[in-house]
């Protein structure tokens, strides 16, 4: 069974920090996905990385595929409280291509 | 932005009662899922389609049931709702990678 692993659980830091959140796995992936979900609605699409050593950005956040694409990361420079949110990993299983969800990282950034 | 709905968004009922949650999707995915979530809690999987009358349990033992008669349709029903099943309910599809989800149905059973 192929698993995601997100650290940490849960990260709270003050408003211009920097911060990276990981997503890990023994399984090689085809894709991983990024997530955040706001509370109360669903989780919305960030980006997809595909090939391995990929950086992508998207303004302050940065997301990183493994050379192995078995781990990503996503920093985040510059905090603000409109980052705060559920951050979700995910990726399509081998067989079958069913998504599977990693726990994710509840990130909170005060003002 | 991503076409795939549900409804009611918001819904109480009382205990006994027999509810359906829809979830639509017109981007022609083979695969939906739903999903179960708590306030500040990971998603849960609690039910699986590969496709037109293909469905399966999911990681988490639901008494919920689907269907899935056509490829954009993908109701969820609870016989007889207990307030055990209070939560967020998630509805998503997916292609080969990307999965995209509806904005969920907020289910209070009092």
């Known amino acids: 069974t192929q698993l995601l692993e997100q650290s940490p659980q849960f990260l709270s830091i003050q408003e211009g920090e920097n911060l990276t959140v990981y997503c890990n796995s023994s399984?090689?992936?085809?894709?991983l996905q990024w997530y955040r979900q706001e509370p109360g609605e669903g989780p919305v699409l960030l980006v997809t990385?595909?090939?391995?050593?990929e950086v992508k950005k998207l303004k302050r956040l940065t997301f990183q595929f493994g050379d192995a694409r078995k781990d990503s990361s996503l920093h985040i420079t510059a905090a603000q409280p409109g980052d705060t949110g559920l951050y979700l990993c995910a990726g399509p299983q081998r067989v079958g291509f069913k998504t599977i969800f990693g726990a994710g990282t509840r990130l909170f950034v005060k003002a | 932005e991503a076409d795939i709905y549900q409804t009611p968004r918001y819904l109480v009922i009382g205990t006994g009662k027999k509810i359906t949650l829809e979830c639509s999707q017109t981007?022609?995915?083979?695969?939906m899922y739903w999903y179960q979530q708590d306030p500040g809690m990971e998603l849960h999987l609690i039910h699986y389609s590969y496709g037109v009358n293909s469905t399966e349990k999911g990681d988490l033992s639901s008494e919920s049931t689907v269907s899935r008669i056509r490829t954009e349709h993908f109701p969820l029903t609870l016989e007889s709702a207990r307030p055990s099943h209070t939560s967020q309910y998630l509805c998503?599809?997916?292609?080969?990678?990307?999965?995209?989800f509806g904005q969920g149905t907020r289910l209070t059973v009092v």
């Open positions: 981007m022609g995915h083979d695969k």
């Open positions: 990385v595909v090939t391995g050593g």
């Open positions: 399984s090689v992936f085809s894709s």
């Open positions: 998503a599809s997916s292609n080969f990678a990307e999965a995209f």
